[in-house]
């Protein structure tokens, strides 16, 4: 279950359906989870400031049930590349938050995972 949300001040207009698609896929290979369990919030065109500089930007927050620390860096690693690809934001103007979360504090479909 990775829930990934990017927030960045790249716009991106009529592709953003496109870009949501392949993160989608990014992030069920790099979690190693069942695309159908990954769920993709964007928001692009933000006003956002990194470093006191308004160049491209991005936010990620990454969630997912189990997630292990020794998984964050190579998750991080291939979000990264691909923001750097997709949307031309240089990884050292991305901030990703990742949490692991408890099973019994996360609902879906009328019930918990705990």
């Not at 928001?43 to 308004?54: A, E, I, P, R, V």
Request: aromatic content about 10%; charged content about 25%.
């Amino acid at each position: 279950m990775p829930y990934v949300r990017v927030e960045t001040n790249v716009e991106v207009g009529a592709k953003a359906d496109e870009f949501v698609a392949k993160l989608s896929k990014v992030v069920s290979e790099a979690a190693g989870k069942p695309e159908s369990y990954v769920m993709i919030l964007f928001n692009d065109g933000l006003k956002m400031s990194f470093s006191g500089t308004l160049e491209p930007a991005a936010l990620v927050t990454f969630k997912s049930l189990g997630l292990q620390e020794d998984r964050c860096a190579p998750i991080a690693e291939r979000l990264c590349a691909f923001l750097a690809r997709e949307l031309r934001v240089h990884g050292k103007r991305v901030y990703i938050d990742f949490e692991n979360l408890d099973g019994a504090m996360l609902g879906w479909d009328s019930r918990t995972f705990g």
